[in-house]
């Protein structure tokens, strides 16, 4: 299992080889995920506390409650590459 660090980054790198029309929508969604997750539980963002500790559907389901109210299509898409790249 990679840690949060080494699959964010192969989730950037991944994103960023599409031709996509706004790439940022997502890397802006990857930003907000992580400032939450900082403020919330920072130790989730060390090592591979977050794929550890939670499934990619418990980590939906957390991120929605500390978030109070429902995921955008862009934030989903963010969480399935980072759990997608953490194995």
Known sequence: MKTYNDAKKAYVKDHLSKDLRAPQIRLNALERIESTVQKFDKE???????????????????????????LNGAE????????KFSV
Do not use: R, T
């Open 76 to 83: 989903k898409s963010v969480i399935v590459g980072l759990f």
């Open 44 to 70: 989730l963002l060390s090592g591979s506390n977050l794929f550890i500790k939670y499934s990619k559907m418990e980590f939906s389901e957390k991120y929605e409650l500390w978030k109070g109210y429902s």
